[in-house]
């Protein structure tokens, strides 16, 4: 039988611990409380680097995060090159499906909540008016990581790659254990 994962490639790995940091990096709350989140709530690290400005800084966190969403994407993209193509994980309508569903849960968060209420902006003391409870977050109260797992999903359903299923697992798993910090 054919190989699902080559699990000899670096990159698979490589891509794992990208996904892995990124939530890491900027809000999950290991016992050592380092994360950029937290050191800015409570030592206002980025504002101080920012002269006082919060907003700025939350802006130069936003770029970072999203800089280094595109750098795990890359990196993903990467892996799954280097892995086994099997047609039974290629499934090209349900995967346009996934990307397309998963892209509007990711804009239309991003739109409802605003880059400061997207990038934590409430770690830097600037809080929305009130909660956003219109779309997408009726749906769901976490539709930007659902729907990043749909597009990481679709990504791997597009080019038939099962260990880009394997990946979305692992990117599912960290947004809820991220999900348990947020609560």
Request: aromatic letters at 16%; one cysteine or more.
């Amino acid at each position: 039988m054919d190989q699902l994962v080559d699990l000899s490639q670096t990159s698979l790995y490589v891509s794992a611990t990208a996904i892995a940091f990124n939530p890491t990096f900027w809000k999950c709350e290991p016992p050592f409380n380092i994360t950029v989140a937290r050191q800015e709530y409570h030592n206002k690290v980025l504002t101080r680097l920012f002269n006082g400005n919060s907003l700025r800084a939350c802006y130069a966190l936003a770029i970072t995060i999203f800089s280094l969403g595109l750098f795990r994407d890359y990196l993903y993209k990467s892996a799954l090159d280097a892995q086994p193509y099997h047609s039974t994980f290629h499934l090209p309508l349900l995967a346009y499906a996934l990307l397309a569903a998963g892209n509007v849960l990711v804009l239309s968060s991003t739109w409802a909540l605003g880059i400061v209420g997207t990038y934590l902006g409430d770690y830097f003391g600037i809080l929305m008016d009130e909660p956003v409870t219109s779309f997408p977050f009726n749906l769901t109260g976490a539709p930007m990581y659902y729907g990043s797992a749909m597009s990481f999903l679709g990504t791997a359903l597009l080019y038939g790659k099962p260990a880009g299923v394997f990946l979305t697992g692992e990117v599912l798993v960290v947004y809820l254990i991220a999900l348990t910090f947020e609560e």
